[in-house]
């Protein structure tokens, strides 16, 4: 073999390599933006072990129950990874398969009938009754599928909300859609009473997590491609109006729920990424991170931090672990006096007391 034709398919394969890294279609469109400079952690937001003492429940049973739902009897649902939903006893046993479903299920939230709402994707917004029953409630608004239906939360009148992240990408494309950061998210109603489904807010970044105040009177809803949280007024004189509850977050939030004495527990799945905020003013550079092999991609870092805001949106309540016993929390529901922990990873369900 000659130097000569060696010389020649290198060549010719860094011109390949160089042609796809820089021309190969990729599924995104991105757009520019500059976040805004990280928090400092320090104040409200000072590192702290509170979350390293997490009791491991359900351990075991599977990966990635991205909620936790509860039930006035206190057992608790998981929603698997492969699509099963089970029922666990108040203490994580006696698990007991409900549904195994044809998407990935997210957020759940159980309504005062004792029904299990579930976000699936890709797939809608779903009802599973407390005899295992599925149906599918709404699939889509104006003609457009529901790809990444993520959250939900219930009112006191049985007006079901919830969140599309995004009508263009799944919930196993989670990375395009934050690295694209177009606003193809959408905040909807459901109303068991008519069927129907209306739009409440659209051009979302990723909205995740969604939780109705106690008083009925707004609703947060998490933006997760904004690093904030934002409120959307129920009623009273700014009805219909939506303004900013807290943003600038120092993680990615995800989501976001009620809990007692007017606190809403807000989750934050990873801490935020220098690196990746250098590359969101320049939307080519994108498209060429994303045309690397998956296991290069961004994904979430390893950290446990879980917020309770007020209804001003201060910080009253910062449980932290840097060294993440329980990790890439994507959810916090209180129950009679304890957290009770969501992940995208972990094999088990956390429970902490509630500070």
Known sequence: MSWRFVR?????????????????PVSIDPQAWTPPKAPDLVGVYEPNSALAAVERLAQGVGV????????????????????????????????????????????????????????????????????????????????????????????????????????????????????????????????????????????????????????????????????????????????????????????????ISTGAEGIFWLTLVSPRKPLLEALMPWPFLRKVVMRLPESLLPAPGNYGFVLGLNAEGEVVHNLQDPAAAFTQISSAQEHEGMLYLGSLVEDSIGRLPVP
């Open 64 to 255: 990635g129950s991205e909620d936790v739902a509860i039930d006035l009897g206190g057992r608790i649902y998981a929603g698997y990874e492969d699509g099963r939903i089970v029922q666990f006893q108040p203490d994580g046993v006696e698990p007991q398969v409900m549904a195994e479903l044809d998407g990935r299920p997210l957020g759940m939230h159980v309504d005062g009938l004792g029904n299990l709402l579930v976000c699936v994707s890709p797939g809608g917004l779903y009802q599973i009754s407390s005899f295992g029953q599925v149906t599918v409630l709404s699939r889509q608004f104006g003609g457009v599928p529901f790809r990444l239906a993520n959250d939900v939360d219930v009112g006191a009148d049985g007006t079901v909300y919830f969140t599309d992240s995004s009508f263009a990408f799944t919930v196993d494309q989670s990375v395009d859609s934050l690295m694209e950061h177009r606003a193809r998210g959408r905040l909807l109603a459901y109303d068991p009473a008519t069927g129907e489904t209306r739009l409440l807010l659209h051009q979302l970044r990723h909205p995740n997590g969604v939780a109705v105040s106690p008083g009925q009177n707004f609703l947060l809803v998490v933006e997760m491609g904004e690093l904030r949280v934002r409120r959307l007024w129920l009623g009273g004189p700014r009805e219909g109006e939506s303004d900013t509850l807290i943003d600038n977050l120092p993680g990615f939030p995800d989501g």
């Open 8 to 24: 020649r398919v290198v060549n010719a394969a860094l011109v390949f390599s160089i042609l796809y890294f820089f021309l190969w």
